[in-house]
Nanobody, 120 residues
Framework: QVQLVESGGGLVQAGGSLRLSCAAS????????MGWYRQAPGKQREWVAT???????NYVDSVKGRFTISRDNAKNTVYLQMNSLNPEDTAVYYC??????????????WGQGTQVTVSS
């Protein structure tokens, strides 16, 4: 089983920074894609950022230039550095690990989430 544990959430003022961590129970090199999603109250879960095994990164438009996703393979940990935070970033942030099994099948693993609250 793949277990993902997020940490680093908390309360921060608008314009501030926060770094989230996602520690995996397996070698993250065994997962094709790692990513971050978030869910604000009353909203659908939203994709935020992904990073592949080859370090290709993608971001939702609203966080481009402010957030950076990265990996530390030695620690089996994925990070989300969040700068210039605004209240719209307030949400529960979830870590995703995806393993591609076949051309038509993949398996997703989720962490429990960590709360990020940005005050104005």
């Amino acid at each position: 089983q793949v277990q993902l544990v997020e940490s680093g959430g908390g309360l921060v003022q608008a314009g501030g920074s926060l770094r989230l961590s996602c520690a995996a129970s397996v070698m993250i090199s065994s997962l094709n894609t790692m990513g971050w999603y978030r869910q604000a109250p009353g909203k659908q879960r939203e994709w935020v950022a992904t990073i592949t095994k080859s370090s290709i990164t993608n971001y939702v438009d609203s966080v481009k230039g402010r957030f950076t996703i990265s990996r530390d393979n030695a620690k089996n940990t994925v990070y989300l550095q969040m700068n210039s935070l605004n209240p719209e970033d307030t949400a529960v942030y979830y870590c995703l690990g995806r393993r591609v099994v076949t051309m038509t099948d993949s398996r997703d693993y989720w962490g429990q989430g960590t709360q990020v609250t940005v005050s104005s």
